[in-house]
Nanobody, 123 residues
């Protein structure tokens, strides 16, 4: 059974950093693209970043470019999201999700989702 578990969220001051982890099990991790999404209260879930199965293709939302870095370690079945220079508007629940091979498509194309980890950026 495909399972994704996020961790690493917390409360941080503006300008601070957090590293989120998405640990996968129950499937051939190396064949799946992993996306990070976030949902702030009262807002729709939005895509943050995605890395394809090989790690050779990465994309970021404009709002996080230059501040967030996605990476994957296929030996550990884990994808990371390093978040630097955090802003209050980054406050949200962060989710990872998996789909076969490529990041193309919409969030509806991601079949499996984790339970989320909360990030709060506040002074």
């Amino acid at each position: 059974q495909l399972q994704l578990v996020e961790s690493g969220g917390g409360v941080v001051q503006p300008g601070g950093s957090l590293r989120l982890s998405c640990a996968a099990s129950g499937f051939s991790f190396q064949n799946y693209a992993i996306g990070w999404f976030r949902q702030a209260p009262g807002k729709e879930r939005e895509g943050v970043s995605c890395i394809n199965s090989s790690g050779g293709s990465i994309n970021y939302a404009d709002s996080v470019k230059g501040r967030f870095t996605i990476s994957r370690d296929n030996a550990k079945n884990t994808v990371y999201l390093q978040m630097n220079s955090l802003k209050p508007e980054d406050t949200a629940d962060y989710y990872c999700a998996a789909k076969r091979y490529y990041c193309s498509g919409s969030k509806a194309d991601f079949a499996s989702w984790g339970q989320g980890t909360q990030v709060t950026v506040s002074s």
